[in-house]
């Protein structure tokens, strides 16, 4: 694929992901499992690929440098006018932001991170591989590699098979045509495809139950009815159900030689 046909193909994404519903609340409980893993680790150097409407530099600042990588052009650019509006990063210069895709920009990269997020990505990207092991040229022993998806075996989904409207859990929804999203993980595939590309699993999980799609739990939200304490028991009903949350996560580190 051609960076201009990525490119556009980012373009695109950028004015779906504003015009998707509940992909605000959902992107809440992305960002609390990413908060909970940045005061566990306390990293000092972190590279974030893919930063969206909102870096986590908005939320943490914690670390001595962060860069970022976007290649989507208002996503980078709403990302350089949080920072610009940040004192504490503008001033002390913490912040650095490619506008590029991983793939490309590695030369531009220092390297030596003690995280590195790829947060709501891989299964977006055309060449999950090639994002992987751009990733993991950047590792070092220490690094250790977030990574978050959206769960082929969530509630909603495991719903809609029940209910006969899809045949499998590996069927795109229409958000995810919508967001041209062109694959959807479990745990196990996910797995293989760190273990594939050079990656030890360190730990894992999934996060935040879905009982209904997106366009369902908006109206549920809109409605009252999906009020705060609703939000946060489907966040913590996870432990109950450790492998159908909405989304899933790996933790990874770089394998030795």
Known sequence: MSLTTKQQEIEAYQSAYSASNFEVIQAQYRKRLLLELLETHQPKRILEVGCGWDTIANSWQGFEHLCIVEPG???????RQDMAQNNKVKQNNKVKIVQHFLEEATEQLQGDYDLILLSS????????EALMLSAKALCSPRTLVHVNVPNAKSMHRLLALEMGL??????????????????IFDLQSLKTLADLTGFTVVSEGSFFMKPFTHAQMHTLAQTGFANQAMLDGLWALTKHFPENGSEIYINLQRKES
């Open 73 to 79: 052009s208002e996503f980078a650019e709403k990302a």
């Open 121 to 128: 990505l891989l299964h977006e990207v055309p060449d999950v």
């Open 166 to 183: 899809i045949d499998t859990l590996y069927a795109p929804s229409e958000l995810q045509k919508t967001f041209k999203q062109p694959r």
